[in-house]
């Protein structure tokens, strides 16, 4: 009996390890073919192709170069998670007869971004949009948060995450559909659905009619913060001057305007819950819907309106100091993008009032330099006007070619970053 069990085992683990060598074998081609077939445009490298235990197959140090600005696009691993050994053992066969894997997910993990691919994304990805305007609320007058902003928060450089994959349940007729990116230090974001199919997915396989006649039944988002929060707190109480208390409710005044200069208005729990998130750093934001009737995927005629859709969703909102609440929006009389008024004092002012016997507070005073001889100033504590019409305060630690490096006092503590002399309008001296 234990020679038969032996014999047994021996069979398994020579199966396993034939079955993992064929499944690498053709990983790895596929990998040198799609090497070969970019190589006139784009230069790609990798490191160890395995699989695991409980069933994944993993790429390690992938990086991808195109030949146009010779600019690596890198990663720490790829991986497709199977869910467990025999399904990803039975992977090609499954797909083979035209059926869908019970549970899959592709991940990368550490895909570095730098600050020059973020440069290229500044005038598509990073413009002003309806919410952009919500997180820069109360920030000076910006609309959004341009790439020499995002430098000066710390985020020149991104490390982030990603997992996209689904998973059948109730025997195929729902469908788990998961969304997670994590930028490290910054923010975390999970999304996840759950979609009814008519059939069981593998009754007939995949289909026009079969995605048609999907419906939403639920979604939950959860928005984790990761530092996000704080860095735009001391980035912005740096640009205007204020205290973090003082800048909070500033954003949060401004906030609300936002929602009237698009003609609507939050609900008080809204108000209450996104108060809770921005003054607790760290916490979770957690969207619920849960539309009742389910929402027919197929169907485009499905009003944008969002005093609508907050009814027709059955949204609610929540941390975990204040739990998941009900929210909405209502329609609210539209307010133009003014100037704010002056106030009854500034207006009934004398235009011309009398010299005051009281002596002016004294100011810090400054000394215009110019660009050419930052190099003359190094360790010099200096005020910086960019082109852009953003102003940066910190201390000169080198100058080399056409970039300096500024040593700046942010998040309790200090952070060295690089300027361009190029955007450089006006130094002052301290």
Same mark, same amino acid.
């Given at each position: 009996m234990k020679r038969?069990?032996?014999? +047994?085992?021996?069979i ?6 034939t @079955?993992q060598? =064929? +499944?690498?074998s053709?990983v790895?081609?596929g990998?040198?073919?799609?090497k070969r077939?970019?190589?006139p445009?784009a &230069?790609m490298?990798y ?8 069933g994944n197959i993993?790429i390690?140090?992938v990086?991808?170069?195109?030949r146009m600005?010779n600019?690596?696009i890198h990663? *720490?691993?790829l991986?497709?998670?199977?869910g467990s050994?025999?399904a ?8 083979s007869?035209?059926?869908i894997?019970?549970q ?10 730098d600050?020059?691919f973020?440069?290229?994304l500044?005038?598509?990805t990073?413009?002003e949009?309806?919410?952009?305007r919500?997180d820069?609320?109360g920030c000076g007058?910006? &609309?959004y948060?341009n790439q020499?902003d995002?430098?000066a928060m710390?985020?020149d450089?991104? &490390?982030?995450?990603?997992? +996209? $994959?689904? !998973?059948?349940m ?5 469908m788990a559909?998961?969304? %997670?990116?994590?930028s490290?230090?910054?923010m975390?974001?999970? @999304?996840?659905m759950?979609?009814?199919?008519? =059939?069981?997915m593998?009754? $007939?396989? #995949?289909s ?5 006649? @999907? ?6 988002v !959860? ?7 704080? =860095?735009?707190?001391?980035f912005c109480t740096?640009?205007t001057?204020?205290t973090?208390?003082?800048?909070r409710?500033?954003?949060l005044?401004a906030?609300?305007?936002e929602w009237?200069?698009?003609?609507l %208005?939050?609900s ?5 819950v996104y108060?809770?998130f921005v003054t607790h ?6 969207f ?9 995927l197929g169907?485009?005629y499905?009003?944008p309106?969002p005093?609508?859709?907050?009814? !027709?969703?059955n ?6 100091n204040t739990?998941? =609440?009900p929210v909405s929006l209502?329609?609210?009389p %539209?307010?133009?993008r003014?100037?704010? #008024?002056?106030?009854?004092e500034?207006e009934?002012?004398d235009p011309?009032? @009398? ?9 810090k005073?400054? !000394?215009?330099v110019s660009v ?5 100033h190094i360790? *010099?504590?200096?005020r910086?006007t960019?082109?852009n019409?953003?102003k940066m305060?910190?201390?000169?630690m080198?100058?080399?070619g056409?970039?300096?490096k500024? %040593?700046?006092?942010l998040? $309790?503590g200090?952070?060295?970053? #690089?300027?361009?002399?190029g955007?450089i ?6």
């Amino acid at each position: 009996m234990k020679r038969l069990l032996l014999v +047994i085992a021996a069979i398994a683990i020579a199966g396993a390890i034939t @079955a993992q060598y =064929r +499944i690498t074998s053709g990983v790895t081609d596929g990998l040198e073919a799609a090497k070969r077939g970019m190589a006139p445009y784009a &230069t790609m490298t990798y490191g160890d192709v395995s699989t695991t235990l409980d069933g994944n197959i993993e790429i390690t140090d992938v990086a991808f170069t195109p030949r146009m600005d010779n600019q690596p696009i890198h990663a *720490d691993k790829l991986a497709l998670v199977t869910g467990s050994p025999w399904a990803l053992l039975s992977l090609e066969d499954t797909i083979s007869n035209h059926e869908i894997p019970e549970q899959l997910s592709f991940v990368i993990e550490g895909l570095g971004v730098d600050a020059s691919f973020m440069a290229g994304l500044d005038q598509n990805t990073l413009g002003e949009t309806v919410f952009t305007r919500f997180d820069t609320a109360g920030c000076g007058d910006r &609309t959004y948060f341009n790439q020499a902003d995002l430098a000066a928060m710390g985020y020149d450089q991104l &490390t982030v995450d990603m997992t +996209i $994959g689904y !998973r059948l349940m109730t025997g195929g007729q729902e469908m788990a559909v998961n969304l %997670k990116t994590v930028s490290r230090g910054q923010m975390g974001v999970d @999304a996840e659905m759950i979609i009814n199919l008519p =059939r069981p997915m593998n009754d $007939g396989g #995949p289909s026009a009619a079969l995605a048609q006649g @999907a419906t939403l039944s639920s979604a939950t988002v !959860r928005m984790e913060d990761l530092g996000n929060n704080e =860095r735009i707190v001391d980035f912005c109480t740096g640009e205007t001057g204020l205290t973090t208390a003082d800048f909070r409710e500033q954003h949060l005044n401004a906030w609300q305007d936002e929602w009237q200069y698009q003609g609507l %208005k939050p609900s008080d729990s809204l108000v209450a819950v996104y108060k809770d998130f921005v003054t607790h750093p760290g916490s979770t934001l957690t969207f619920t819907m849960e539309p009742f009737p389910a929402l027919e995927l197929g169907n485009n005629y499905l009003s944008p309106d969002p005093v609508y859709l907050s009814g !027709r969703l059955n949204p609610k909102l929540g941390t975990e100091n204040t739990g998941l =609440r009900p929210v909405s929006l209502s329609d609210a009389p %539209k307010t133009a993008r003014n100037e704010p #008024p002056a106030s009854p004092e500034q207006e009934a002012a004398d235009p011309f009032p @009398a010299p005051s016997s009281t002596p002016a507070p004294t100011r810090k005073a400054y !000394r215009q330099v110019s660009v050419a001889t930052l190099g003359q100033h190094i360790q *010099d504590d200096v005020r910086i006007t960019l082109r852009n019409g953003r102003k940066m305060d910190g201390r000169i630690m080198t100058v080399q070619g056409q970039s300096m490096k500024l %040593k700046r006092y942010l998040h $309790g503590g200090t952070m060295v970053v #690089p300027v361009n002399l190029g955007d450089i309008q006006q130094v002052l001296l301290h």
